[in-house]
């Protein structure tokens, strides 16, 4: 089956120790996308890339960085954890830029201690 | 003020009630609605996706947008306990870009 996975499910780090989270598509969507989901809270865009075109929002904390080596994976760097980067981070896939053609992974959950 | 307001619940309904599920936005510019469910630790996944205003039915669920109160609304009929999940609702201005704003969620919980 097609689909958008996320590795690992669950990661905890150590306040400021740096983090990879990973996320794989079998869609072959050229676009894919990081959110940020805290408890309770809407999802909220950090970036996405179209292709290799990196597309950063305005708002996204300089801490937050991603890499997209090749069509079928992208990864979320967070340099130096804090305490409130604790949240869901779903990885999102589409074919193009419409906005009903996001399919979700089913999310890494972060804690920081 | 948040762009889209939703009512975060948690509402519980008994098995085969109807339930009402709504939200509220304040950017007159969005014209692109959705409707995302949510199970524990899962991501969202698209319920329902209308454009404009209107009414959209699909199955148990009907989508309404009306865009003079700024006010939409998804309404699942028999409601199962399967139906316990969190819904977002999730809007645009543009069909082509990427920008979805979220509300927060409801949590629903259907009783047997």
């Known amino acids: 089956d097609a689909m958008v996975i996320q590795n690992p499910r669950y990661q905890v780090t150590q306040f400021g120790k740096p983090v990879t989270l990973s996320c794989s598509q079998t869609?072959?969507?050229?676009?894919m996308y990081w959110y940020q989901q805290k408890s309770s809270q809407a999802p909220k865009l950090l970036f996405h890339?179209?292709?290799?075109?990196?597309?950063n929002e305005a708002d996204t904390p300089d801490n937050f960085q991603s890499r997209r080596p090749n069509t079928s994976f992208c990864f979320l760097d967070i340099r130096s954890p804090g305490l409130g980067d604790a949240a869901m981070y779903l990885c999102a896939t589409s074919r193009g830029l419409a906005v009903n053609e996001q399919f979700f992974g089913p999310g890494t959950r972060l804690t920081v201690l | 003020q948040k762009e889209v307001e939703q009512d975060p619940g948690p509402l519980s309904v008994p098995e085969g009630a109807i339930v009402s599920l709504n939200c509220t936005y304040s950017?007159?510019?969005?014209?692109?609605f959705m409707w995302y469910r949510q199970y524990s630790r899962k991501g969202p996944e698209l319920l329902m996706y209308t454009y404009s205003s209107g009414n959209k039915e699909d199955g148990r669920f009907t989508a309404q947008v009306d865009k003079s109160s700024k006010y939409i609304s998804l309404f699942i009929r028999d409601s199962q306990p399967s139906d316990s999940a969190t819904y977002l609702c999730a809007m645009s201005a543009s069909n082509a870009g990427n920008m979805l704003t979220f509300g927060g969620g409801t949590r629903l919980m259907v009783k047997p």
């Open positions: 950017n007159s510019a969005f014209q692109y």
């Open positions: 869609l072959n969507h050229n676009v």
């Open positions: 890339y179209y292709d290799k075109d990196f597309n």
